[in-house]
């Protein structure tokens, strides 16, 4: 594996392994993809004829950089007066087919793929309230199999302490809504029958379909809790010119909404039990930029 073609190869075979695990421990697109790339520099500095297990290395060398990202990150919170309290993980959004029943949709090989990767963006904001060496550990032992004796040297702990990491970190993520989602066919019947509510202005529809204890986020830094306002804004913003296309955002029921055949927002909403547990927005240009140019919805 010394020849720079043939590395670059076996590379490229682990390219998109390298950056699921990145994007789930970061959950940033951008910072994903730098991890990604350091990776690559970093085998290629290396003597790739002494690595018995490829695919192995690579994970572990991403998880030392995502490592060293979130500390930077978390540097950067306690040094910034600006820095929002809670940040929303990018979202990560693929088209399904309008023209096409959910059923065929759903059941296309792509979306079955996409559906096996893919990870929500609840779960991503229970992660981001992990601390570092926790978030590693969890995410590269309960969503990728790697051992607690790989895991270990990455996180600066011995073997013991690094399950203790991840034992912490699965009672969150356990107590949380983000740990059973609804199957994705209930999901967008959920989230459907919310914007039908929506245009007809009925809010005892709207509160029937969101939980009681229901939380919007916005990539703004709004948050709102509560059934009965998220209703209640829901209606207040309908718009007899907004349009909802429907979108897989991280795996799960979204929509991207055009208004006056323009880009307007984002949503993304987490389904427990047949009712709405979570919903994430988003409106800043720099996200809506990034959906814009993956062509996601007709009109953008």
Request: proline share 5%; net charge negative; glycine share 6%.
């Amino acid at each position: 594996m010394n020849d720079d073609v043939t590395l670059a190869e076996a590379f490229e075979q682990h390219r998109r392994h390298l950056h699921t695990v990145a994007y789930r421990v970061l959950g940033s697109v951008a910072e994903a993809e730098d991890a990604v790339q350091e990776a690559w520099l970093r085998l290629h500095r290396s003597d790739a004829a002494e690595i018995d297990n490829l695919g192995g290395w690579l994970t572990t060398v991403v998880g030392r950089i995502a490592l060293n990202t979130l500390r930077s990150r978390a540097t950067r919170r306690e040094d910034s007066l600006e820095e929002r309290a809670e940040r929303l993980p990018d979202p990560v959004i693929t088209r399904v087919d309008d023209d096409l029943p959910l059923s065929d949709r759903l059941d296309q090989p792509e979306q079955q793929a996409l559906l096996a990767d893919s990870v929500g963006l609840a779960l991503l904001v229970v992660l981001d309230q992990l601390g570092p060496a926790e978030r590693i550990a969890f995410v590269l032992h309960d969503l990728f199999g790697v051992p607690f004796e790989e895991i270990a040297p990455v996180v600066e702990r011995t073997p013991a302490a690094t399950r203790q990491l991840a034992s912490r970190a699965r009672r969150r993520v356990r107590g949380s809504a983000a740990a059973d989602p609804d199957d994705p066919r209930r999901q967008r019947e959920v989230v459907d029958a919310f914007f039908a509510a929506a245009r007809d202005g009925d809010l005892a529809r709207l509160v029937g379909v969101l939980a009681p204890d229901v939380v919007l986020r916005s990539d703004s830094g709004a948050l709102y809790r509560g059934a009965e306002r998220i209703a209640s804004n829901a209606l207040m913003f309908a718009h007899p010119d907004r349009v909802t296309h429907p979108v897989l955002v991280n795996g799960q029921a979204g929509v991207v909404i055009t208004l006056h055949g323009e880009l307007f927002s984002v949503m993304a909403f987490t389904v427990v039990a047949g009712r709405i547990v979570e919903i994430e927005t988003y409106t800043e240009p720099e996200q809506l930029e990034r959906v814009r140019a993956a062509g996601v919805a007709s009109g953008t």
